[in-house]
């Protein structure tokens, strides 16, 4: 007898509550300090629709999913945070914006390097996509103004990893809410 998959609560419904959770860690006045930690949302929403790209949602594939993404997320973290880093030591002396553009265009090629070269040698990053999340949250991150202490660069790498890894969790839970089971067809 052939079966199909079922939600008790609608999909839609159980990702609606967990996008509303992922606003009141963004929007300041809404919880009090300490816990308004400034999170940038883009950061848990990429991550949370990487978690279904990667291949999870089903019976399972929680964890191969989680191990596939998470050290790749850290990765791309690591090499925005070197970006952001080498860019406050070299923009200051640069005479001009045009000038500023090209060495921060360079330093942006020069950390790419490390993070391409990873992913072919390195078999924990071979996600790609989700080292993108991880480089681009952080660059977001700090220059956007966001985190538990907006501006400061150990912070912003702090917090944006915190919400990459919050995504790939609220996907996992976004399917266990719906309570999915199989019916007949």
Same mark, same amino acid.
Request: proline share 8%; glycine share 12%; hydrophobic share 55%.
């Given at each position: 007898?052939?079966?199909?998959?079922?939600?008790?609560?609608?999909?839609?419904?159980?990702?609606?509550?967990?996008?509303?959770?992922?606003?009141?860690?963004?929007?300041?006045?809404?919880?009090?300090?300490?816990?308004?930690?400034?999170?940038?949302?883009?950061?848990?929403?990429?991550?949370?629709?990487?978690?279904?790209?990667?291949?999870?949602?089903?019976?399972?594939?929680?964890?191969?999913?989680?191990?596939?993404?998470?050290?790749? =997320?850290?990765?791309?973290?690591?090499?925005? @945070?070197?970006?952001? *880093? $080498?860019? &406050?030591? !070299?923009? /200051?002396?640069?005479?001009?914006?045009?000038?500023?553009?090209?060495?921060?265009?360079?330093?942006?090629?020069?950390?790419?390097?490390?993070?391409?070269?990873?992913?072919?040698?390195?078999?924990?990053?071979?996600?790609?996509?989700?080292?993108?999340?991880?480089?681009?949250?952080?660059?977001?991150?700090?220059?956007?103004?966001?985190?538990? =202490?907006?501006?400061?660069?150990?912070?912003? @790498?702090?917090?944006? *990893? $915190?919400? &990459?890894? !919050?995504? /790939?969790?609220?996907?996992?839970?976004?399917?266990?809410?719906?309570?999915?089971?199989?019916?007949?067809?």
């Amino acid at each position: 007898m052939a079966t199909k998959l079922k939600e008790t609560i609608p999909t839609a419904i159980t990702g609606a509550f967990l996008a509303g959770l992922t606003a009141a860690f963004v929007i300041s006045g809404v919880l009090p300090k300490p816990y308004a930690l400034m999170f940038p949302p883009w950061g848990v929403f990429i991550t949370w629709a990487g978690y279904f790209a990667a291949g999870g949602g089903g019976k399972g594939q929680g964890m191969p999913v989680f191990k596939k993404m998470y050290m790749a =997320i850290l990765w791309g973290d690591i090499w925005g @945070f070197a970006g952001a *880093f $080498l860019m &406050n030591i !070299v923009n /200051p002396h640069a005479a001009n914006l045009p000038l500023m553009i090209f060495f921060d265009g360079i330093i942006i090629f020069l950390v790419n390097q490390p993070i391409l070269w990873g992913t072919r040698y390195w078999n924990p990053i071979k996600y790609t996509p989700a080292i993108f999340y991880g480089f681009a949250t952080f660059f977001s991150t700090y220059f956007g103004g966001f985190g538990f =202490i907006p501006g400061n660069i150990y912070a912003a @790498f702090i917090t944006s *990893f $915190l919400v &990459n890894a !919050v995504g /790939p969790v609220f996907g996992y839970l976004q399917v266990r809410f719906a309570m999915i089971k199989e019916v007949p067809a």
